[in-house]
């Protein structure tokens, strides 16, 4: 078999597949659907919606396998990555880079196989929709339309999730923060009304005396640290906001979860 290839695009490839947080999406449903939709209308028992780490293909969505994850370094998807197109290979024991593949040489021995790369936003290649049959075949032009536009579907809905996350995220904070503003309009009553007092004990003539100059200079210092931490966890909010809202608005992939 040969080496399996890398695409020119693996580092950014890799950061973008995490940054959406494909990864840490269990099989689920949704991409099952698109998987059993693949088969039926290509006419093949097997269909994978494919996520590839540096390690491991991930099937996010599968029909026909009970499998649920497979060596980067086995089979076809690898490939199809490396490309933006559909690769169809009508006969895996024709191609000699197929032809003595774990999966085409053994169970469940593949001898047809067509995928389409599931692209980002980016352009990188996440993974891929394949279909896969134990007979050589071709696939209609119709059924290679339908096979690309279920990737596109497949990229779409990993984009909607991660918006998804996103959104909860940005009403988490919404949350945090009417919290601080109620703990701001109570906590700076204390140093306020103390201020306040100060100022009282000030000459009506104007300036402050040394009394109300030490009795400001104490209740700056007695409050300094709970406003100074009220203060650093609005900054930190305010960045947060920013961030998410550049997230949603330019549609670029962002950590999952709070740093």
């Known amino acids: 078999m040969a080496a399996i290839p890398w695409p020119g695009d693996e580092i950014e490839r890799l950061a973008e597949l995490h940054a959406l947080g ?101 352009g990188h290649g996440l993974g891929t929709v394949c279909v896969m049959d134990h007979r050589p075949r071709r696939l209609s032009p119709v059924q290679r339309r339908t096979l690309a536009t279920l990737a596109t579907a497949a990229a779409a809905q990993l984009q909607a999730r991660h918006h998804g996350e996103v959104l909860q995220r940005l009403r988490t904070v919404t949350a945090r923060e009417v919290g601080l503003l109620q703990r701001l309009a109570g906590d700076l009553r204390a140093p306020l009304a103390a201020l306040h007092a100060c100022l009282k004990v000030s000459d009506d003539g104007g300036g402050l005396d040394a009394a109300a100059e030490h009795c400001m200079a104490q209740a700056l210092v007695r409050h300094r640290a709970p406003l100074t931490e009220l203060v650093e966890e609005l900054l930190l909010l305010a960045g947060m906001n920013s961030h998410l809202a550049a997230v949603l608005r330019e549609g670029q992939p962002a950590a999952t979860r709070p740093r």
């Open 22 to 122: 494909a990864l840490e999406v269990v099989p689920h449903a949704d991409f099952s659907a698109i998987a059993e939709l693949a088969a039926h209308l290509c006419q093949t028992p097997i269909a994978l919606v494919n996520l590839i780490d540096a390690e491991r293909q991930h099937f996010k969505g599968h029909f026909g396998t009970a499998e649920v994850s497979m060596d980067r370094q086995v089979a076809f998807c690898p490939y199809t990555i490396c490309g933006r197109a559909l690769l169809e290979i009508r006969d895996a024991l024709d191609d000699e880079r197929f032809r003595d593949d774990a999966v085409v040489a053994g169970e469940p021995y593949v001898r047809f196989y067509a995928g389409v790369p599931v692209l980002s936003a980016a």
